[in-house]
């Protein structure tokens, strides 16, 4: 057995060793552990440590790790036919553009298929661009889109600094954050109509007339799991309106049922010009697209629109969001999520009145936010805090993401699968609350 341990230990520090020889870092540090399997809920590391994943992999993972159902479809459709020339099409392709119509209301109704969330916020942007034959794009002030030129240049939340000029004509509006609201209603609430209208009035002495379009998630994830308040879409989409811009919704890490409806907008009653959704299309797999109407895509094509890339139209990517579509459809995932979210908001709140490093517990369905502050009354960030945590919740066997934002508290996304039981929840909520109470002050 000692022999057995041994060995472990020298593999992994041979792995560790090799990582840091030939792996090129983009982005923090890597996870201390070497994962060697995933199954449902959990990851597994070569140690044989069982890691409860409260992040769904990159948010992605909606039906757990390794569904038997998206194993078996990758295992059929790659005996069959995987990749093709990006000018061919296949069954799965033209498949998945028709049942993904068919969970989105009129007039969103032609799909691109893509690869990732950033290549699918690229060719919505390209689109509009092309379409409106302007160049402007507004986007919230701690956005993320993606990594590519277009997405990053409409980025705000990290990455903008040491690689040059971005996009021309990229404008930021502020966040509408009800925990830290900058415009205020006289009992201290948010005011996020008057925020709104200052906003655009600064978009509006900025722009050369080339607004094209304004590009927003219905709830910022990585900018601190900001929800929009309800009703701030529809004003959005009403100024996008009189300036003859295009609404983007990206949906990477919010579509597909994981607010608990099968696409965020949907509780504001609006439908975006363009929807992009990715990470959850996939369930874990690289997949992304673009939707729109018949007539802005007629209007693009009319111009030329190019956007030909290696992976475009894949079919092993697209059976595989066919597996997902009926998955979520057959097990009602939208409830689930929905149900699922109450009982984790519930116990997160439990800890909120447990700890009073914790300021704000906030979301939708399951994709939820908990921020560490070090002063409830000053809301005073807790970065360091929140890093230790997120540390001993893993010695604990708890993945967690802590969002650290200059100005804010560090704030946990929690996005487990909809596929998760309340007992892995409770599972879970047991560890956060245990690493809150170890590592925090005493109050």
């Not at 041994?6 to 552990?33: N, Q």
């Not at 757990?64 to 995987?82: F, L, N, W």
């Not at 992304?288 to 009319?302: C, F, G, L, P, Y």
């Not at 914790?358 to 929140?386: F, H, Y």
Request: charged share 20%; glycine share 10%.
């Amino acid at each position: 057995m000692a022999s057995t341990t041994t060995d472990t230990t020298s593999d992994a520090r041979t792995f560790w060793e090799h990582a840091d020889r030939h792996l090129v870092r983009y982005g923090g540090g890597f996870t201390p552990e070497v994962i060697e399997r995933a199954s449902g809920s959990f990851v597994y590391s070569a140690e044989g440590r069982k890691i409860l994943d409260f992040t769904s992999g990159q948010m992605s993972a909606i039906l757990g790790h390794s569904h038997p159902a998206i194993v078996e479809t990758v295992q059929r459709q790659v005996a069959t036919i995987d990749h093709l020339y990006s000018g061919m099409l296949s069954r799965p392709v033209v498949d998945l553009a028709r049942r993904l119509v068919g969970t989105l209301p009129a007039p969103l109704e032609k799909v691109l298929l893509l690869t990732t969330g950033a290549e699918s916020n690229e060719a919505a942007i390209r689109m509009a661009k092309l379409v409106t034959g302007k160049h402007e794009i507004v986007s919230f002030a701690r956005s993320w889109h993606g990594m590519t030129q277009a997405a990053a240049s409409a980025t705000y939340s990290a990455g903008r600094k040491g690689y040059g000029p971005s996009a021309p004509g990229n404008f930021a509006i502020p966040v509408p954050n009800a925990y830290r609201p900058d415009f205020t209603t006289p009992d201290g609430g948010l005011d996020w109509r008057r925020q709104l209208d200052f906003a655009f009035d600064l978009i509006d002495a900025q722009s050369t007339g080339s607004l094209a379009a304004c590009l927003v998630e219905p709830i910022l994830s990585s900018g601190g799991v900001i929800d929009l308040p309800p009703g701030y879409l529809a004003a959005l989409q009403e100024k996008c309106r009189e300036r003859g811009m295009l609404l983007i919704l990206d949906e990477a890490q919010t579509g597909l049922c994981r607010t608990g409806t099968w696409y965020a907008f949907e509780r504001d009653g609006v439908v975006p010009d363009i929807l992009t959704v990715s990470k959850t299309l996939g369930a874990g797999l690289p997949l992304a697209a673009v939707i729109t109407s018949a007539e802005i895509e007629q209007e693009a094509h009319d111009r030329g629109f190019l956007f030909f890339t290696t992976h475009v139209s894949d079919p092993l990517p697209a059976a595989v969001g066919l597996t997902v579509l009926d998955v979520l459809a057959s097990e009602s995932l939208d409830e689930r999520a929905r149900d699922l979210g109450a009982f984790l908001r519930r116990g997160l709140e439990e800890i909120a009145s447990r700890h009073h490093v914790v300021g704000d517990v906030r979301g939708r369905g399951l994709l939820v936010g908990l921020e560490l502050v070090a002063d409830r009354e000053t809301e005073q960030s807790a970065d360091e805090l929140g890093a230790r945590v997120t540390r001993r919740c893993l010695e604990l066997g708890l993945h967690m993401n802590i969002v650290q934002l200059p100005g804010m508290g560090g704030v946990f996304r929690i996005a487990p699968p909809l596929t998760a039981t309340e007992e892995e929840l409770s599972l879970g909520l047991s560890v956060l609350d245990t690493a809150i109470g170890e590592v925090s002050p005493a109050a």
